[in-house]
């Protein structure tokens, strides 16, 4: 059964519901600033041994998951956009479930595997003590020098990744990106969730009638 969009404006509104791209911008950076303590953490521990790289790989997947997967299913949205007052439904309106919140970020956590892994593949071939004798910084410019060659197709596919959701989401009126389309998602005001949630019952029981 096909499920149906949000209009472009709901009944009684002649305002658009949906989040325009500064909002949704400023959202970005907002979590971004958020996430600052974790990387800092994350960056200390990598700093104090050679395998710590690798340690912490696992710890960062599940703050990730946490952050941008599980508060999209149980808020609605990253805290980025909850205080900037829009939210994640359905295209449909109603509430995004397990799948949604996973499929907006699947694209981007497919990538990031085999970054990571030319990350542990450099930091594998070194010795403890061609480690300590970077700086974090110098170390971080010595990894991405030292790349696997089949990881300059990884960065490119990032880099197409990142500009065609801009590009996407600018050039239609629900202003949905790539992840949207994939995940079958919208971006909407807060204000406008109750009649999202009424446009998703009414059709939803439209459809279940005419069955």
Not at 9 to 28: D, N, V
Not at 115 to 140: A, P, Q, W, Y
Not at 203 to 208: A, F, H, L, Y
């Amino acid at each position: 059964m096909k499920i149906p969009i949000l209009p472009k404006k709901l009944s009684g509104s002649t305002e658009s519901p949906y989040a325009g791209f500064w909002r949704r911008f400023g959202a970005f950076w907002i979590d971004a600033f958020i996430m600052l303590p974790w990387i800092f953490l994350i960056q200390y521990i990598n700093n104090l041994g050679r395998l710590n790289y690798i340690y912490t790989i696992v710890p960062t997947y599940i703050f990730f998951i946490f952050f941008s997967i599980y508060t999209v299913k149980r808020w609605g949205g990253t805290p980025g956009k909850l205080l900037l007052k829009v939210i994640i439904v359905r295209k449909d309106g109603s509430k995004a479930g397990w799948k949604e919140a996973i499929n907006r970020y699947i694209v981007s956590l497919v990538i990031g595997i085999p970054s990571v892994i030319g990350n542990c593949l450099v930091i594998l071939s070194m010795s403890d003590d061609k480690f300590f004798s970077f700086s974090i910084f110098e170390r971080t410019r010595y990894i991405g020098a030292n790349m696997p060659e089949w990881h300059r197709m990884v960065d490119w596919t990032g880099q197409i990744w990142i500009w065609s959701e801009f590009i996407v989401l600018l050039l239609n009126d629900r202003k949905r990106a790539l992840h949207d389309l994939i995940a079958g998602t919208v971006v909407i005001k807060k204000e406008f969730k109750r009649e999202a949630e009424l446009y998703g019952i009414e059709k939803s029981e439209n459809c279940s009638s005419t069955v």
